[in-house]
T-cell receptor, first 109, second 117 residues
């Protein structure tokens, strides 16, 4: 059974600082790995999807890397803003999505 | 493109009643839909996989007689929580897969907040 772990569980940074969110998974036989954002009481917003054959994906200030062999992915958010405050979830896809518990980010103005 | 809707967005019901939640893919056909449950401050847990025209596959520990899933068309799946109790209060989220193959991207609905009194 796929187990996904996210560290840290919570993170508070001043505005402008870069964010590094970590995700690890136990079974490397995945099709892809996806990062989501969830605001309180809301659904999921897909941020980045990295196929198993890719090493990284970038979208604006977001960059996600994937090291499938070691079972790790990292989400980098550059120059954080208060609007980046949310919970970030990673999910490993081996046909079924297995989610981590998330990292709750607070960016202080 | 690839928009998934859920209805209702929130529902409050009395203990012992049944509640139906709809999940629709608005601009694509979805042969597979997934249902997730999220308790407060916890992550999403897969409840079941729904394939159009066949019986849903439930994850271990999920009662299939309590959580009835019907995937009657390529754009609609429904989750019925039967004889709901307060412990069923949760955030229910569905997702839909446009493609027929494994590993295809899942598109998520906005979720339904169920509160059972």
């Amino acid at each position: 059974k796929q187990e996904v772990t996210q560290i840290p569980a919570a993170l508070s940074v001043p505005e402008g600082e870069n964010l590094v969110l970590n995700c690890s998974f136990t079974d490397s036989a995945i099709y892809n790995l996806q990062w989501f954002r969830q605001d309180p009481g809301k659904g999921l917003t897909s941020l980045l999807l990295i196929q198993s054959s890719q090493r990284e994906q970038t979208s604006g200030r977001l960059n996600a890397s994937l090291d499938k062999s070691s079972g790790r992915s990292t989400l980098y958010i550059a120059a954080s803003q208060p609007g980046d405050s949310a919970t970030y979830l990673c999910a490993a896809n081996d046909y079924k999505l297995s989610f981590g518990a998330g990292t709750t980010v607070t960016v202080r103005a | 493109g690839a928009v998934v809707s859920q209805h209702p967005s929130w529902v409050i019901c009395k203990s012992g009643t049944s509640v139906k939640i709809e999940c629709r893919s608005l601009d694509f056909q979805a042969t597979t839909m997934f249902w997730y449950r999220q308790f407060p401050k916890q992550s999403l847990m897969l409840m079941a996989t729904s394939n159009e025209g066949s019986k849903a596959t439930y994850e271990q520990g999920v009662e299939k007689d309590k959580f009835l899933i019907n995937h009657a068309s390529l754009t609609l799946s429904t989750l019925t929580v039967t004889s709901a109790h307060p412990e069923d209060s949760s955030f229910y989220i569905c997702s839909a897969v446009p493609g027929p193959g494994d590993g295809d991207t899942q598109y998520f609905g906005p979720g339904t907040r169920l509160t059972v009194l």
